[in-house]
C-alpha cells in the first residue's frame, strides 16, 4: 500500500506522479484517435523491406540497412558490406520457444492488451512513485517496435539516437499514438515478428535470425528453449548481458527470462529448472561482413571504393548524406577490378615478399586512358592482427593510406625530363655532370623568389665513374642524379611542378610538392597509385585519366532497382604527343639496357623506370605498356628498415635495388595481367645514340658484365654496379646530403635531415 500522509491523502510526489501517468494515458490515448497521423513520427516514406511491407502508409518503417554486394567487371563477387547484420525472417522461421520467450520478458501481457496496457502502466506509475524514481517501464512490444522504428530511422548519428530514445513526454505520446494504429493494421503476429526482426542483439547482431547465427551459428528456428532464453534477455541490455563476454551475467539473466516463462505457464517448472543448469554452449560465429572478407586479396580495394562513395560529392552534397545512403545499403556496386589483373598482382606479391616480412610491398595497376584502377595488393593483409594492417599503401591518406606515401627516389626524374622536353629542350640534351657538385643556386620558382643554395648543400652520383657529360637518354638510363639537378635548374622548378599538377602528382598527405631542386631526387612521398596513374599519362600519349574505381551502381527500392550515378574518369591532356612519345622511347631505353632489366617484358612493348631512396628504406618500379600502367613499392611502412643485408620473401638480399626486388613483382604482375590480351606498340622517336661511354657504365648493365641496378635517386643511396667499371669492387660513400627540412619523415615528427 502506498504511504498516506497524516491527512490520509496521498504525498505530493506520489500524487504528482499519478497524475502524470493519468495524463499521459490520456494524451496517448486521445493522439491515436483524434490527431493527424502523417509527418508526426519524422520517418520518411523510403520504401519496404521483406517483412515490413505491411505497415500502414501512415507509418513507414525507414528502409532497413541491407547488404550492399561489391562485384569485379566481370559480375563476380568480391565482398558483402552492411552496416547492420539483419537477415529478415517470417514468424514461422523463428521457434516458438524464442517467440514466448520475448513475449514473457517484454511483454507477458501481449496477447491480452491492446497496443496500450493500461494496467502495466498504472503499475509502473505506481512503482515509480514509491521508488521515488524511474524504475519501471511499461512499454508493449508495440510500443517497443515504434520505438525501434526511430532508433532505424536515427542511424548511427548519436544525437539522434539519444533523441529517439530520449525520455520526455513527447516521444511517448508519439510511441502510445503509432502502437494504436500499428495494432489496428498489423495484428499480434505480425507485430511480434517485425520486433523480433528489427530489434538489437548484441554483437553486431540485429534481428533474431543474425542474433541465432551469431551466438549458435544456426538459424533462428531451430534455437531450443535455453538459447532462446538467452537471446531474449540480452535485448534488455545488449552490452550488459553479452555473453560472450560476460558469460556470468548472461546466465543470471537466462534463468530470469526462464523463471518468467515458467511463471506465465509457457513452460513447466521442471523445463525451467533444466534449461537453468544447462550450460551456455555458444557457438559464436564471426559475422562475414565487410572488406575484410573480399576475395582474391581485394579488401584494400574495396575499402578504397568504401572511401571513395563516403567522400565523393556525386553520392550526396554532404558527408552525413553519402554516410546515411552508403548505410542504408541495398547497393550492388560493380567495380572496374580485373579478376585477371588482380590474380596477378596477388600471386607476384605472395612469391615475391612475405607478409611476416620487416618490409612490405604494395602494388597497383591502371587502365591507361580509362584511369580505371584494376588491380591492387599489398603483401601484409587486410586485419587487426600481427602482421596485418588497416592502411592501404596503395593509396593517399584520405583514402585509407599511409600518413605521407612513400619516398619515389628516381622514378620522378622522367616528370622532370617532360618538363624539358614540354620547355623546348632536345632529346639530346646534355649536361656536364660531374660525379659531385654543389645545388645550382639561384634557381627560378613559381614565385618571385628564387630557391638559394644557402647552405651549400651537394649532391654526388651512385659511383665515381658516372661523370659527364651525358645526353638525356645516357642520364635517364643511369640515373645520374647530378644531371637532373642541372636540368631542372636550367628550367627553372616552375615548369616541372606545372606538370606534376596536371598529372594529379600530389604527396600522400594531400600536399603540393615544395619547389626545390631536390625534388627531382625523388624524396617527398608519393603513393603507388598516383605514381601509376601519372605514368599512364606517357602510355595514353600525354592524356592524363584520373583514378575511378567504381563503373556502376544500382540500388534496391521498393522491389526494383535504380541506377545511381558514379564519378567518371576525367582525362585532360597533361603533355604533348611528342613529348609523352619521347619519353616512352626514354623509359623503354631504361628497360632495354638501364637499370630496369630484370623487369623488362619479352613479349610485348613496354617501358619503365627504377627508385631507390636514402638509406635504402624505399625501392620503386613504375612501368606501363601501351594498355596498362603498375607501379610496384616495396619499404618499411614506417620507414625504419634500411634494405641491406635482408631477407626479402625468403630470398637474401645484400643491398635492394629498385630493379631487383619491385621490379621482378612488376614483371609478374604484367605478365599476369596482360596474358591473352592485345600487344599494342609505342610511338617511338628516333633519338640519337650518344657517343661511346668515355668512362665506367656504373649501373647500366650493359655488354660489359654491369648489373642493371638503378643508379642513386636522392641522396645517400648506393644503387649502380657494384664497381666502378661494372665488374666489381668497392662503391664510395656518397657525400652529399638534402636540404634541411626537404625529406618528411613517416611517422608524422616533420621533416628529417638526411646525410
Known sequence: MPKKLSGGGLSPTQQAAKFLGVSVLAGAVMAGIALPAAGALGLAAKGSVQGFDEIPDNLKSPALSQRTTILDNQGGQIATVYSRDRTVVDLKSISPYMQKAIVAIEDSRFYQHGAVDLKGILRAVNQNAQNGGVAQGASTLTQQLVKNYFVEEAGDDPTKVAQATQQTLGRKIRELKYAIQLEEKLGKKKILENYLNITFFGEQAYGVEAAAQRYFSKPAKDLNLQQSALLAGIVQSPSRYDPVNDEAEAIKRRNTVLQRMAEVHDISPQEADAAQNAKLDLKVSQPKNGCITAVKGASFFCRYVENVFLTDPVFGKTKEERAKLWNQGGLTIRTTLDPQSQKAVQDSIKSHVNKSDSVATAATLVQPGTGKIVGMGQSRPYGYGKN????????????????????????????????????????????????????????QTCGSKPWTNQRNETLTNESTSEEGPYPLKTAMAKSVNTYFVQMISDIGICPVVKLTDKLHVVQGNGDKLPEVPAITLGSKGISPLTMASAYATFASRGMYCSPIAIESITQQVDGKQKSLEVPKSTCTRAMSETTADTVNTLLSGVIDSGTGQQAGLSDRANAGKTGTTDERRNAWFVGYTPN????????????????????????????????????????????????????????????????????????????????????????????????????????????????????????????????
Request: negative net charge; hydrophobic residues 25%; charged residues 20%.
Open 628 to 755: 596498362l600502367a603498375g607501379a610496384v613499392w616495396v619499404g618499411s611502412p614506417k620507414q625504419n628498415v634500411k634494405m641491406s643485408g635482408i631477407s626479402i620473401g625468403g630470398v637474401y638480399h645484400a643491398l635492394v635495388y629498385g630493379g631487383e626486388v619491385p621490379g621482378p613483382i612488376w614483371k609478374d604482375a604484367m605478365t599476369g595481367a596482360l596474358a591473352g590480351k592485345d600487344s599494342p606498340s609505342f610511338n617511338l622517336i628516333d633519338i640519337p645514340d650518344p657517343e661511346p661511354d668515355h668512362g665506367g657504365d656504373g649501373g647500366d648493365g650493359g655488354d660489359d658484365g654491369g648489373d642493371g641496378r638503378d643508379g642513386g635517386d636522392q641522396g645517400n643511396t648506393v644503387d649502380g654496379n657494384n664497381g666502378s667499371n661494372g665488374n666489381g669492387g668497392k662503391l664510395p660513400t656518397p657525400s652529399f646530403s638534402i636540404p634541411e627540412g626537404f625529406i618528411q619523415g613517416q611517422n608524422g615528427t616533420g621533416g628529417h635531415h638526411h646525410r
Open 388 to 443: 596485418e594492417t588497416e592502411y592501404n599503401y596503395s593509396v593517399d591518406r584520405d583514402m585509407g593510406g599511409s600518413n605521407f606515401g612513400f619516398p619515389t627516389g628516381s622514378t620522378f626524374k622522367p616528370f622532370v625530363a617532360a618538363a624539358a622536353l614540354e620547355e623546348g629542350r632536345p632529346a639530346t640534351q646534355e649536361y656536364d655532370s660531374p660525379y659531385k657538385m654543389s645545388y645550382p643556386s639561384p634557381v
